[in-house]
């Protein structure tokens, strides 16, 4: 027997992060956060999928300033991003890094 999970919605995501609305989309949008599974003209992100991802983040950039290797994912949580229909991707392999590159940039000097 499987465990039920509830899964996150946007209005989760923003409060887990401590940001809004609007910067979850532009995350979205720029391969910041993974990409939610649209369910009707809802989209969701499965818990698993979101805090591996959280976590990963996390614990990498600590890893990665203390000289250590990255964590490794649950193979559900290091699925491929995909876009979802009706949210906006970037347009460009290069908006795409100079994206990353910026939040990485942004992350640094928090």
């Given at each position: 027997?499987?465990t039920a999970f509830k899964?996150?919605?946007?209005?989760?995501?923003?409060?887990?992060?401590?940001?809004?609305?609007?910067t979850i989309e532009n995350?979205?949008?720029?391969?910041?956060?993974?990409?939610?599974?649209?369910?009707?003209?809802?989209?969701?992100?499965?818990?698993?999928?979101?805090?591996?991802?959280?976590?990963?983040?996390?614990?990498?950039?600590?890893?990665?300033?203390?000289?250590?290797?990255?964590?490794?994912?649950?193979?559900?949580?290091?699925?491929?991003?995909?876009?979802?229909?009706?949210?906006?991707?970037a347009k460009t392999e290069?908006?795409?890094?100079?994206?990353?590159?910026?939040?990485?940039?942004?992350?640094?000097?928090?």
């Open positions: 027997m499987t899964p996150l919605t946007k209005d989760d995501i923003a409060e887990v992060l401590g940001v809004s609305l609007r995350w979205v949008n720029d391969c910041t956060v993974p990409a939610p599974k649209r369910l009707g003209n809802r989209v969701y992100w499965h818990p698993t999928v979101f805090y591996g991802w959280l976590e990963q983040r996390l614990t990498t950039d600590e890893a990665a300033s203390h000289g250590e290797g990255a964590v490794a994912l649950s193979p559900l949580a290091a699925q491929a991003v995909k876009p979802v229909r009706g949210i906006r991707m290069s908006d795409r890094l100079r994206s990353s590159e910026r939040a990485k940039s942004e992350a640094l000097l928090a």
